[in-house]
């Protein structure tokens, strides 16, 4: 079992930044991919960012450029750096971490970006 707890949600403004961070607890040494994907009212989830324990990416395409996913596998948290944030970007974002194939979750933190 793994447990994720994600923060650093917060209302911010267009254009701005934000820290979001994964600690993760349980059977963390058979974590392999931690990842962020998010969930906007009325859509189905979607990706964000991957990163392997390796340091390999992913990124949807919303996010490239803008986005920045991380690892401290000595802390067992992954950390997503949003910058230049956009109305689209408002959804409550989630993470996740797969342990060969199961996937666990975090319970979501809110991300609202103003106009």
């Known amino acids: 079992q793994v447990q994720l707890v994600e923060s650093g949600g917060a209302l911010v403004q267009t254009g701005g930044s934000l820290r979001l961070s994964c600690a993760a607890s349980g059977s963390i040494f058979s974590i392999n991919t931690m990842g962020w994907y998010r969930q906007a009212p009325g859509k189905q989830r979607e990706l964000v960012a991957t990163c392997t324990s390796s340091g390999t990416t992913l990124y949807a395409d919303s996010a490239k450029g803008r986005f920045t996913i991380s690892r401290d596998n000595a802390k067992n948290t992954v950390f997503l750096q949003m910058s230049s944030l956009k109305p689209e970007d408002t959804a409550v974002y989630y993470c996740?971490?797969?342990?060969?194939?199961?996937?666990?979750w975090g319970q979501g933190t809110q991300v609202t970006v103003s106009s």
């Open positions: 996740k971490a797969k342990v060969r194939v199961t996937n666990y």
